[in-house]
């Protein structure tokens, strides 16, 4: 296949302004304007309100970004979940915390309080 693969933040944001996290790897399509994460594939948009991608099938709204070394990744706290087979080189490669590499999530502060 070939195509290039990464860690990144999964936010669904169907229900609002926060939803359920995760930490996961995606892959990009040869365009990169699809993004294939656990079976489904998330398309980018442009101009939605923090959001950036909708995922096809469904339709619902997500934002996927790069994961930040802080951990800050999510707009408004919120449980993260970090998927198995990423846990060691997202605690050890991107967060700079090898002992927490079996560490399943952990609660992100979010950029704003919640209201």
């Known amino acids: 296949m070939g195509h290039k693969s990464r860690i990144m933040y999964i936010e669904d944001k169907s ?13 990009f399509s040869k365009t990169g304007k699809s993004i294939y994460y656990a079976g489904r594939e998330y398309r980018r948009l442009k101009g939605g309100y923090k959001v950036n991608h909708v995922e096809v099938e469904s339709g619902k709204e997500y934002w ?4 930040k070394q802080d951990g800050s990744d999510a707009l408004y706290s919120v449980t993260v979940e970090v ?3 990423v846990r060691a080189e997202y605690w050890t490669e991107i967060r700079g915390l090898p002992e ?16």
């Open 15 to 27: 229900n609002g302004l926060w939803g359920p996290a995760k930490i996961g790897k995606v892959t």
């Open 64 to 67: 996927i970004s790069g994961c």
């Open 83 to 85: 998927d198995e087979d």
């Open 100 to 115: 927490m590499k079996t560490k399943s999530s952990f609660k992100s502060q979010g950029k704003y309080p919640r209201s």
